[in-house]
């Protein structure tokens, strides 16, 4: 039962894209109609209306885009129905599709970690659904058809889902790349600009390279077992040194997807290019897709888990925190912003996966399920804060016609709602208390300071370090996010865009926000529910739970006992309102103080202040450009025109400012450059004369012949 | 076993064998194009001679049809064509020499000897005149890719290609009493075609590119410039 | 009943803050041979502000005048977490000392964003700095706490006081280490000399100053407050963790007015050092915080590295 | 059996009936409805072989069994589908002044000379006919390449011409070696080239004659499947041909010489019981592999482009023969099919494409999809299924390779991942600036057939996801047959 739940989603995900491509098929559907008109001429009246009246010429494009994601929606709303079900029930489903290779059909495992990965997507699908049919009625029909935005849409959602189901390495790859190709369509929708493309080249490179070492990785288990299902693969008996090997391929493979440092770089490329709802779900799902395969990878597939893997693991996520808060906080782009922080949430959750790891193996389940539970909770959380923000940027855009947030400002009071829905995006990546990215913050840094009971000095005083890291990301993290939300939202606007911008008109497009930032302030307030339903997979993965021995229950949250640590948000939440309530009713009891007056701000008695004088971008982050210098490459400059009989006398001054990452020149150039050599060189053995040919083939010959003798 | 003791007939083989050999030298130190064209006439001569012998020594008539072919094609039409094609492009006065005729030459002898060196594992399943003749129609099928390699003109790559084909012949022949008749009459038929698409070829790269010299045909390939 | 004490202990910490930057003033005016204002001085100044009408820039939008309610209601909620007087508070239990970072990043972030909210060059500067060294000082504070929260292998505040009152007086390297690191990350939260001088009105060197330049009124009565909570806070931590001694650990009202006495005196010679520590040294240029705070970072990492290497090491 | 005569008469039929009729305005529309009836004949045969399991003709002249029967369906198949590509196409070539009613006339007749020959390269089951064809096929074709008449057509079909014949000449030296051990087990006569009996046989051969049999035969079939370093003419003839010639050699051609050297190969490790013959192969095949994906980065022209593609892709499955387990077998078959589907529909578009932007330069071919989108799409999913993504077959084939080299020989694994990635690189920098982007001033759509393209996708796409009962169990007797084992 449930498992058709699972199924109905992907088919009609699936149904949702081939729906699409009917967008240009009006001519046919016109001529269909009329040819049923024609044969059932006593059809029920009021079918021949409806068809009638959504054959429309008019209404036909729209009727249809919000079929599509009507369609989309409710595979979403499927998909959370069977990811609850699955939870709850703890039911691990086994099914067999026919289809596959002939002697191994596709096999399907529905648990509780597909599961839980199915209600993340379930509810970012949803929220993009309501999101998207107002969003994509800005693109003009001609440049950027609808066809191929929904037929791709649909079948990325479904690959997303295949992958969530697949029980055998060959369903798991085709569902892989098809998530991986059809991302690719969309990463290159708009492709008339050549960074577009370039992007999307970039993205689709790296995927395949991903894929390529998750199918090695697959090989190796595969070599050792019978056969490619996981059930084969789990029993595969591996040595230490090739389970290495595949932890180390699968990290390869789908920490591409996953963005770790240093092979996130097709991340900020790519998200900012996509669609707005679909950088969403790339940024806010698909990564967690590539998480779901290193932990069923690492947790499942190879399930003895050493903790040398959890050191790399929190080394690499901790390197990626940080480089990605860092990077993020310098751009001026805010869907590549974004992106970058993805990157660095990212490896929040990878470095509490590796904390999990490595207790794990030291002999501690329960601390292990606790990591674990902090890595899939932030994953989680992930997914509703960063989809909630794309979607703004992408309302943003669809307003202001602009990316660059040194071209906003001054929003907050033209576009009250989409503000405040931003806000609290903001506030959940920056982990503030009561919203939901604090919340497994937290359980990240209570995993980190149980490092005490670990036997060994390095692990014991590597953990601590990581979390201060962790410490440093949160902060920078908050710091960041000051700078997008002050300097998109407050001020005053730094351009004509933005200064003429308004609130969106159709206030469906509000609605995919307001879900997820409803569930951003519930989740962060009552995290129970969710780490409830996370701890039915670290049952059926590690076999412990978390401990959860506080006496009020649903109110606390004490991971590992009352006595060490504990968090109540309903209480701090009470807190809050006591507090904040008891001081703005004190202070505006008197009538007479209670009006505020409106001057204008000071300005030093120079006059005439500007948006101009507005701290931008590049100057909010200069103290940080200056401390972390090294971090990237700078190049900055001010260049002066001058003028006068002397030269002397300025007369414009330009700032040039221009961030790069460091892995481009010191790990991607060189293997560009690399192959364009090689490429050269093995050019040269095709020279164009017939005799050098000649000669290849002769010299081959009495080379074979000499081997064969 | 010495040459003594073997009768006749072997020893015409190899004696035939011997002689293809040499012609296969001859031509690839061969400088002049008529008189290229001249060794190859005589080497399919030899083919030709060797084909009857060993359809008069089995008394298996489908070879001296073989024959017959071989005779008619490799004899007379294909030095025929060629030899026209020469005398139209006016190129029987030129000399062509080769960069290094010693080095190729030395290199025509150790092919010899590799044929036989290649050939020695089989040494103790076959009599000495199938070694011979097969290591003989090895060489001859190397030395003829050696001199397409080493001469620049279409017409001594087209001697070239049919006396390999003349090697392959050979061994067909002396090593296996000839292949069945289907086959032998859907090489020949093959190699008549290609001496038809040969002369065609000739008409089009002599329009093309005013020469015969395929060292010219250079248009096609991958090197930076 | 224990609820109840939380709740006075916390309204005990917000009245007396003000009291605590009264005297802070006395002290650092007598080492430098001013006149010192009335201890009580803040008082008026905060009674003053709350009588008078905001003055709000035009420009400025809801953040800007709600900012003020968040950063006080989030500082009292901070305060209440920590022990001024009695250990074993439930409102301990309810948000442990990361919450209590927590707390303290929030009221930053909508300060910060408050700054920004008016437009001017001064607000942008003021949160640029801010959310500067308090980046840099987060991460030095929690390697101070997680020094703490390691040796007593909890992060709960309340908890984590009575072990160390139940230790004795244990000399811990680690805890020296500490200590100095989150006195200088305290310096650095709390706006003191030599990161920033809370009484300085000169733009290029203002940090927390520029960010609230806008406020008036009510607004900056809040603030004001709030940040004499913090200075408090910071103070009752240093003192509280590090040398327990004298804090309640029932709820007798004659142990609850020793512990209250106790953490008065001790609150009282804090602030002479600090006054003293401000009299005696200059503030920084801006950029040398980052030395300033890396250093607290590296005691704090000492400080946990001894601990794990010297005190724990199986 | 009458089918497999049927199949041999009908292009026979055409060839004469093109060369003695001339060219007319309906011949392309003629030359489909005869190559529909060749299909017809083979889905005939393949019926008969699915009823009846493998037949071999009275005079034993005639071989079907599931190895070549699935190719001669496939052939049939592709050529349908290029001849339906190939009438508007060749019209269009004709209206531009390229071409003249006399090499159209050619042109047809060859293209139905060429089938022929691939027919019975397929069904016989004579080793000596299956070179003569392969000849044969060579000398239909090398016209073709020329037919332009450019400079550098001629140089291509010159150079076609002289490699592959000279390559032929050694698997004839290689058909004569078989021959003699043959003889030498006194199976001498009209038998001995026969390879069912030769197959039944094959442990009494002499295995040095016959390994030196099978370099000789590799050496000439190789240059024909453009193994490096034989493979110098396979781009320059597929560059300068018309593209439908391109589309059947690369769909066909090669992957019947492969099918050649395989036949042979099971002789030859019938005899040797040892893997020398897999060994030449994997090391001939990687080569071409890793050294094509190289290539692919370097072009400029995109037929060129493709061609290289399909060296690359012939490598990989020359190797995958080479490595011999049953996955790896089953593995080739299937590649063998999905890469003449992919391929020859990947021409199909490219040579519309050309056609839309005047020319076949790929800095002159842009913005595609915004042209005339079914064409650009076409190339652009051909090209991500022949880059072997999934769900598309060749996934399928490059998977199961992948797993049986890591299975078999672990250390090469990371040599092929590493040309299927630089492969995929080479061909999308190419591909999407072709596609992508904004089309150039007074580009216009040109008329084009692309249901080809659609079904051949489609077919492969299907092979992806699953793989039809009958299909299956003909890859898995085939399998059988070449490896010695079932697959899985």
Redesign the interface.
């Known amino acids: 039962m449930i498992i058709v739940l699972a199924y109905c989603a992907v088919l009609l995900s699936f149904a949702s894209g081939l729906l699409a491509l009917l967008m240009n098929q009006q001519s046919h559907l016109l001529a269909a109609n009329q040819f049923i008109v024609d044969k059932y001429p006593n059809l029920a009246k009021p079918l021949q209306n409806l068809l009638h009246y959504s054959l429309d010429v008019h209404r036909f494009p729209v009727l249809l885009r919000q079929a599509v994601f009507i369609l989309l929606g409710l595979s979403g709303v499927f998909a959370v129905l069977a990811g609850l079900s699955v939870l709850l029930t703890q039911a691990v489903i086994l099914d067999q599709i026919p289809l596959g290779l002939p002697w191994l059909p596709w096999h399907v495992r529905f648990d509780a970690l597909s599961g839980f990965f199915f209600l993340m997507i379930g509810i970012a699908v949803s929220a993009v659904s309501l999101y998207g049919p107002s969003y994509v009625n800005a693109y003009d029909e001609r440049h950027h058809p609808f066809a191929v935005l929904g037929l791709f849409t649909g079948l990325f959602v479904a690959g997303m889902l295949l992958v969530l189901l697949a029980n055998d390495a060959f369903m798991f790859m085709i569902a892989w790349e098809l998530m991986s190709v059809a991302s690719y369509f969309l990463v290159a929708f708009q492709h008339e600009n050549p960074a577009n493309r370039r992007a999307a080249f970039l993205y689709l490179l790296m995927a395949e390279v991903g894929a390529l070492a998750i199918i090695l990785a697959f090989g190796v288990l595969a070599s050792f077992a019978d056969g490619f299902t996981f059930d084969a693969l789990r029993n595969a008996p591996l040595s230490n040194l090739w389970a290495s090997i595949a932890f180390g391929l699968a990290l390869l493979g789908f920490g591409m997807k996953v963005g770790i440092f240093p092979v996130h770089v097709w991340l900020p490329e790519a998200h900012p290019v996509a669609p707005s709802h679909i950088s969403a779900l790339m940024s806010g799902v698909m990564l967690k897709v590539a998480l779901y395969g290193l932990i069923r990878f690492c947790f499942d597939l190879l399930g003895n888990v050493q903790w040398q893997w959890g050191v790399v693991l929190v080394v690499l996520g901790t390197i990626s925190a940080l480089g990605g808060i860092l990077y993020a906080m310098m751009q001026s782009n805010l869907k590549r912003l974004l992106a970058y922080s993805s990157v660095e949430n990212v490896g929040i959750m990878i470095m509490t996966l590796g904390l999990a790891m490595i207790f794990l193996d030291s002999g501690f389940p329960q601390l292990a399920a606790l990591g674990f539970l902090a890595a899939l909770f932030h994953a989680f959380n992930h997914a509703l804060f960063k989809n909630l923000l794309f979607l703004g940027a992408g309302i943003l855009h669809h307003q202001t016609h602009e990316l660059n947030i040194d071209h906003m400002g001054g929003l907050i009071k033209k576009m009250p709602h989409t503000s405040l829905l931003f806000l609290v995006g903001c506030m959940s990546i920056s982990s503030l208390p009561l919203f939901n990215g604090f919340v497994s913050e937290w359980l990240a840094f209570q995993t980190a300071l149980q490092a005490d009971v670990l036997d060994n000095g390095i692990l014991r005083s590597l953990i601590p370090v990581a979390a201060a890291a962790l410490a440093l990301t949160a902060a920078l993290g908050a710091a960041c996010f000051v700078k997008v939300y002050g300097m998109i939202f407050l001020g005053q606007s730094r351009s004509h865009h933005s200064e003429k911008a308004h609130e969106v008109g159709d206030k469906t497009m509000l609605a995919g926000p307001i879900l997820l930032a409803v569930l951003c302030f519930l989740i962060g307030v009552f995290p129970g529910a969710i780490i409830n339903l996370i701890d039915s997979v670290s049952l059926q993965l590690i076999g412990q739970t978390m401990p959860n021995d506080s006496t009020l229950g649903w109110l606390w949250l004490a991971p590992v006992s009352a006595q060490q640590a504990s968090y109540s948000p309903p209480l701090v939440l009470v807190g809050v309102l006591v507090a904040g309530g008891a001081t703005f009713w004190y202070l505006r009891r008197n009538p007479e103080t209670k009006t505020m007056r409106r001057s204008a701000t000071w300005d030093c008695g120079f006059g005439g202040i500007n948006a101009r004088m507005q701290y931008n971008c590049s100057a909010f982050t200069m103290p940080f450009r200056r401390i972390f210098a090294n971090v990237w490459l700078i190049d900055e400059r001010i260049d002066k025109t001058m003028k006068g009989a002397m030269q002397q006398d300025v007369a414009a001054v330009s700032h040039h400012l221009q961030i790069e990452d460091h892995t481009w020149g010191r790990l991607y150039q060189p293997i560009e450059r690399g192959v364009n050599n090689l490429a050269r060189l093995i050019g040269r053995i095709q020279t164009g004369n017939i005799r050098t040919y000649l000669g290849y083939s002769f010299v081959t010959l009495l080379l074979m012949l000499w081997v064969i003798s | 076993m010495t040459l003594s003791t073997m009768d006749f007939y072997t020893q015409a083989i190899l004696s035939l064998a011997a002689l293809i050999g040499l012609t296969s030298f001859l031509m690839l130190g061969q400088g002049r194009l008529l008189r290229l064209i001249f060794i190859f006439a005589l080497q399919g001569f030899l083919l030709t001679l060797t084909t009857a012998l060993v359809a008069y020594s089995l008394d298996n008539p489908h070879l001296y049809i073989s024959a017959a072919l071989t005779l008619a094609l490799k004899v007379i039409f294909i030095p025929w064509m060629l030899r026209k094609e020469v005398i139209k492009m006016n190129m029987h006065r030129d000399v062509q020499a080769l960069t290094n005729k010693t080095a190729v030459m030395m290199g025509g002898a150790s092919l010899m000897v590799f044929s036989y060196y290649v050939l020695h594992p089989i040494v103790h399943t076959t009599t000495t005149v199938m070694l011979n003749a097969l290591a003989v129609s090895l060489s001859v099928v190397l030395l003829g890719m050696l001199l397409m390699i080493a001469h620049r003109q279409a017409v001594a790559h087209v001697v070239g290609f049919m006396s390999v084909e003349n090697g392959l012949f050979f061994a067909a022949i002396v090593a296996t009493n000839g292949m069945p008749m289907v086959v032998e009459l859907g090489v020949a038929f093959d190699v008549l075609v290609a001496a038809v698409l040969f002369g065609i070829f000739f008409l089009h790269i002599r329009t093309s590119i005013d020469s015969l010299d395929v060292d010219l045909l250079n248009r096609l390939h991958e090197v930076d410039k | 009943m224990n609820w109840l004490i939380a709740a006075l202990q916390t309204a005990l910490f917000v009245l007396l803050a003000p009291l605590l930057a009264g005297w802070l003033k006395c002290c650092k005016c007598a080492l430098q041979n001013r006149k010192a204002p009335s201890v009580l001085q803040p008082y008026r100044d905060l009674l003053k502000l709350t009588r008078k009408n905001p003055v709000v820039a035009e420009q400025a939008s809801w953040v800007f005048t709600r900012t003020p309610y968040i950063v006080f209601s989030m500082t009292v909620l901070a305060a209440s977490v920590v022990p001024l007087i009695a250990v074993d508070l439930p409102t301990s239990a309810s948000a442990d000392v990361i919450v209590m970072v927590g707390f303290f990043a929030f009221a930053r972030f909508f300060l910060a964003l408050a700054g920004l909210d008016i437009g001017t060059a001064f607000g942008g500067m003021g949160s640029s700095r801010e959310m500067t060294i308090s980046s840099l000082a987060e991460p030095a504070m929690l390697m101070a706490v997680f020094t703490l929260a390691m040796a007593e292998s909890t992060t709960n505040l309340s908890v984590a006081i009575s072990h160390v009152l139940n230790d004795g007086l244990l000399l811990r390297p680690s805890f020296l280490f500490a200590l100095y690191a989150l006195i200088l990350v305290a310096v650095a939260e709390t706006g003191r000399i030599p990161v920033d001088n809370p009484t300085t009105h000169l733009e290029l060197t203002m940090i927390h100053e520029a960010m609230i330049l806008e406020y008036s009124g009510r607004h900056l009565a809040l603030i004001e407050w709030a940040s004499q909570i913090k200075l408090m806070l910071y103070g009752t931590l240093i003192v509280n963790i590090f040398l327990p001694w004298g804090i309640a650990e029932n709820f007798t009202s004659s142990a609850l007015l020793y512990g209250l006495l106790i953490i008065v005196a001790k609150l009282a010679a804090l602030a002479i050092v600090l006054a003293l520590s401000e009299t005696l040294l200059a503030k920084m240029r801006l950029f040398r915080v980052q030395e300033y705070l890396s250093f607290a970072y590296l005691l704090g990492l000492l400080g946990l590295l001894s601990h794990i290497i010297l005190e724990a090491s199986r | 059996m009458i089918a497999a005569y049927f199949i041999l008469l009908i292009p026979l039929f055409g060839i004469v009936f093109f060369a003695f009729l001339g060219h007319s305005e309906n011949t392309g529309r003629f030359n489909v409805w005869l190559n529909v009836a060749s299909f017809i004949a083979t889905l005939w045969l393949a019926i008969n072989v699915l009823n009846g399991g493998t037949l071999l003709s009275e005079d034993k002249a005639f071989l079907i069994d599931p190895f070549n029967v699935y190719l001669i369906v496939l052939t049939a198949f592709v050529g349908m589908t290029t001849s339906v590509f190939s009438a508007p196409y060749m019209a269009h070539e004709k209206e531009l002044g390229k071409l003249n009613d006399a090499r159209l006339k050619l042109y047809y007749s060859m293209f139905q000379g060429f089938m022929l020959a691939m027919y019975l390269v397929l069904t016989t089951n ?1 080793i ?2 299956m ?3 392969m ?2 096929a060579t ?1 239909a074709t ?2 073709l390449v ?1 037919l332009y ?1 450019t ?2 057509s ?6 076609y ?3 592959c ?3 032929i ?2 698997a ?2 290689g058909t ?2 078989l ?2 051990a043959a ?2 087990i006194g199976d ?3 038998n ?2 026969l390879w069912s009996v030769l197959f039944d046989h094959a442990d009494k051969l ?1 295995p ?2 016959l ?2 049999a099978f ?2 035969l ?2 000439g079939y190789g ?1 024909k499947i453009g193994l490096v ?2 493979h ?2 396979l ?2 003839a597929h ?2 041909g018309p593209t439908p010639m391109s589309a059947i050699l690369s769909g066909l051609l090669l992957n019947d010489a492969l099918y050649a050297v395989v036949r042979n190969k099971m002789l030859v490790d019938g005899a040797t019981h040892s893997q ?1 013959a897999g060994y ?1 192969m994997m090391g001939f095949g990687l080569l071409s592999f890793l ?1 094509a994906v ?2 692919l ?2 072009q400029k022209d995109i037929k060129r482009l493709f061609s290289y593609s399909s060296i690359e892709h012939m490598g990989l499955m020359t190797f995958a023969f080479g490595i011999g387990g049953a996955n790896a077998t089953f593995a080739a078959l299937l590649h063998m099919t999905v890469h003449s589907l992919t391929k020859s529909a990947i021409f199909v578009t490219v040579g519309h494409a050309a056609q839309v932007a005047g020319t076949q330069s790929m800095e002159g071919i842009r913005g595609l ?1 915004k042209t005339q ?1 079914k064409i650009g799409w076409g190339l652009l999913i051909g090209t ?1 299924a022949i ?1 072997g ?3 598309f077959g060749v ?2 084939s490059e ?2 390779v ?2 049986a080299t ?2 078999s020989y ?1 250390w090469l ?2 040599l092929l ?1 590493l040309g ?3 492969a ?3 061909l ?2 190419h591909i ?2 072709m596609v ?3 089309k150039p001033e007074g580009q216009l759509p040109v008329k084009a057939n692309l249901f080809p393209v659609m079904v051949h996708l489609a077919l492969v796409l299907w092979l ?4 039809p ?1 009958f299909l ?1 169990h003909w ?2 007797q085939a399998t059988l047959l070449i490896s010695g084992s079932a ?2």
């Open positions: 004579n000596g006919v070179w003569v064809a000849e044969g000398l090398v016209l020329s008449r400079p550098e001629i140089e291509a079909a010159w150079k011409f002289i490699l014949g000279v390559g000449a050694q004839l030296f004569i070696l021959y003699y003889v030498q001498g006569g009209d001995a080239l002499n040095e004659i390994e030196l370099v000789f590799l050496m240059t370093p034989l110098n003419w781009p320059d560059s300068e020398i030449l050294v190289f290539f980065h370097r999809i989108p991500v880059a993504f999934p769900p996934f399928t998977f199961l992948l797993l890591m299975h672990p694994t990371p991942l299927i990635g630089i995929f690189a080479g999308f920098r999407q600036a992508f982007g904004e992806g996801l699953a793989i009962g299956a890859f898995s697959p899985l």
